[in-house]
């Protein structure tokens, strides 16, 4: 099972309350040191590339510069994207990296698969996340974000299976997610405005005029 096919069948969860849990210790683990070991053939082939480029027109400085800074995003990586969600009889346990938290059953709202568009090499793709929305002590709703690149889709399917879900839609959670549409378009928006701003600014400051061109 795709974690596309995941998605659509599990699009009802981001209105519909978790009642319980099926059984107790299931987990779901974001395992990038595996996600990297499946595909060491294409890394290999992409270094190999890299100091291909660099030794065309060797520079020392640069190309040490450049070997530091590709470990650091691998290690970014790494460190970014190891998780793991376990349920337990009581709490639904999530460590991240030096992070624990532990949200009890009770605050538990609602485990979904989200989706979001960007690009990838200049072509346009999609990534797939988990969402743990809960309410904190002083009743607003929250939410926790996974990215699910190093995750097996048979374990999210167990593991997004083993909540289960009330039947009402609660028009809590779809006021919720409109607030979270608008928003996003008011961040969109803001974005490609100060993009243009900076945009006018440095080629102004190049001697190229934009008012001719309004």
């Known amino acids: 099972m795709k974690l596309k096919e995941i998605y659509s069948a599990n699009q009802e969860r ?16 974001m395992n990038p040191y595996k996600k990297i070991k499946e595909n060491w053939i294409l890394l290999l082939i992409f270094l190999i590339i890299i100091i291909a480029i660099f030794l065309i027109d060797f520079n020392q400085k640069i190309f040490f510069a450049s070997i530091i800074l590709g ?8 460190f970014g994207n190891k998780s793991i969600l376990v349920c337990d009889k009581n709490t639904l346990n999530i460590k ?6 532990n949200i009890p059953y009770a605050n538990l709202k609602n485990v979904y698969i989200g989706r979001v568009a960007g690009t990838l090499f200049f072509l346009p793709s999609k990534a797939y996340n988990i969402v743990i929305r ?6 607003f709703l929250r ?3 996974f990215s699910l690149l190093c995750a097996n889709a048979e374990d ?3 593991f997004i299976n083993n909540f ?4 009402t839609i609660q028009e809590r959670y779809v006021k919720y997610e409109r607030r979270k549409l608008i928003f996003k378009i008011l961040g969109s928006i803001a974005s490609i405005a100060l993009f ?19």
């Open 156 to 158: 999210v399917n167990e």
């Open 14 to 29: 981001r209105y519909k309350s978790v009642t319980k849990i099926k059984k107790e210790d299931v987990k779901l683990e």
């Open 196 to 214: 243009i701003i900076i945009f006018m600014y440095f080629f102004t400051k190049g001697g190229i005029n934009f008012i001719p061109l309004i």
């Open 143 to 145: 939410e926790i974000e």
């Open 71 to 78: 470990g650091l995003l691998v290690l970014t990586f790494i």
């Open 164 to 167: 289960l879900i009330d039947d």
């Open 134 to 139: 809960y309410q904190d002590n002083f009743s």
């Open 96 to 101: 991240q990296g030096f992070q624990k938290v």
